[in-house]
């Protein structure tokens, strides 16, 4: 058979000889045989060489994303089982099953599957597919997944605007087998959260944060805690489990605090010492300072605040501002945690805007831990942008 291929210019091969899934359009050199939008193309250096088989877009500024570096992969339904399985063994080699019961199974180009977004709720799957080629093979993956053993329904949840820089349009709803009930409870750690992967953000939890919920957890024990953009509550139910003394929610939306209730309830966790508050997460934090309120432990989760490298300035600027108000709201001997989920924030970048916050709040501070994105979320060598979360555990001196 014929494919499309798409041929790089001269010397553009590096990145794919490395195995980084990305074509960038300004590597292009030309194309032929007219690819739709997702169809599978061969990638060949300009001397024709063969580099990869990658799935085309024509609107992205990522012309095609690979599926594989292999010249004999077939691209077919059999190609995607074969990938799904691979995704649920690493997940089966982690554990993630004995710690809770939902994870993400499918992490986009970790698991090789660039666009593929899976995470696991019990017997259902909220799904997103984020690149053209994975709505090209939409039904291969989902059947995929629908292998899986114990699952009764995949639900989608591609209504991300991601989807707008390839010119697909916003998709939700049952993809395949039952609808999943309105409330899941998930099970992670011994505790339990209600999760709706329905109408939830993202596809409903933040698995990402599983291992910093454990560190929230160990730290919390007799602390006043902050909490700002809370969401479902997950660091307040992982607080109290600790024996924090008590924890301020902060979120702007309503109906995750509403959840967060539910999950200190499905918990039996007291909550006569927990506030709720319906706020702007940056706001409330100068109202706090203002009104000289102190915390022993101040958690600070925004949103992804640069999403683009033009943004990064600005959202430098802001990770700076809140972690200068958390260092302020902080009694001496107090935890700071900041959290950063935007990839283009590095480590070291993050360090030094929290070192720059902790002077201008006028203290000292000591890095005692780091946190990151869980194992669930792997990082594959190829393609460091797939790491993206980022955390550091602070001591007020
Ligand atoms: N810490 C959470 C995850 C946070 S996700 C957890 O443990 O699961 C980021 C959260 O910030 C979302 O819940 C979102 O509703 C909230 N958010 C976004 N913008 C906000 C703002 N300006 N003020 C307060 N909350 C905001």
């Not at 399985?85 to 986009?108: E, F």
């Not at 109906?255 to 010492?273: F, G």
């Not at 940056?282 to 992804?304: Q, S």
């Not at 000591?366 to 955390?391: C, M, N, W």
């Amino acid at each position: 058979m014929n494919f499309p291929q798409i041929t790089l210019l001269p010397g553009r091969e590096k990145s794919l000889l490395r195995c980084h899934p990305w074509v960038f359009s300004g590597a292009v050199g030309g194309i032929s045989g007219d690819p739709a939008s997702g169809e599978v193309c061969r990638v060949a250096d300009a001397r024709g060489n063969f580099l990869a088989w990658a799935s085309y877009s024509a609107a992205s500024q990522i012309t095609a994303r690979v599926w594989s570096f292999q010249e004999n992969s077939v691209i077919d339904a059999n190609f995607f089982q074969q990938r799904v399985n691979a995704a649920k063994t690493l997940r089966d080699r982690l554990g993630v099953g004995d710690l809770s019961t939902g994870c993400r199974l499918i992490y986009s180009e970790s698991d090789q599957l660039p666009g593929v977004i899976a995470d696991r709720y019990g017997e259902y799957i909220a799904l997103q597919l984020l690149s053209s080629g994975a709505e090209f093979f939409r039904n291969e993956i989902i059947d995929a997944l629908m292998k899986l053993p114990g699952i009764k329904g995949v639900y989608e949840r591609s209504d991300v605007s991601v989807r707008k820089r390839e010119a697909l349009p916003e998709r939700s709803g049952i993809a395949r087998g039952e609808m999943p009930p309105d409330e899941i409870v998930i099970r992670e750690n011994q505790l339990s959260f209600a999760v709706d992967p329905v109408h939830g953000q993202k596809t409903g939890f933040y698995f990402d944060l599983r291992e910093v919920r454990q560190k929230v957890r160990q730290l919390a024990a007799g602390k006043k805690v902050l909490n700002d953009f809370c969401y479902t509550g997950g660091f307040a139910v992982a607080a109290l489990a600790g024996g924090a003394q008590s924890v301020l929610n902060i979120d702007s939306s309503r109906p995750a605090l509403a959840q967060a209730v539910r999950n200190l309830k499905l918990n039996a966790l007291p909550q006569e010492n927990c506030e709720f508050r319906a706020a702007d997460g940056f706001e409330e934090l100068n109202h706090l300072r203002d009104a000289h309120e102190k915390f022993d432990f101040v958690i600070l989760d925004p949103p992804k605040l640069i999403d683009a490298k033009s943004h990064l300035e600005r959202g430098c600027r802001a990770y700076s501002h809140l972690a200068k108000r958390g260092f302020e709201l902080l009694n001496p001997g107090g935890i700071l945690l900041n959290l950063s989920c935007s990839g283009l924030m590095t480590p070291e970048l993050f360090q030094k805007i929290t070192f720059d916050a902790a002077r201008e709040a006028r203290c000292d501070a000591v890095i005692i831990d780091s946190v990151r994105q869980s194992a669930d979320h792997p990082v594959i060598l190829s393609t460091p942008e797939t790491f993206y979360l980022k955390g550091l555990i602070s001591v007020k001196r």
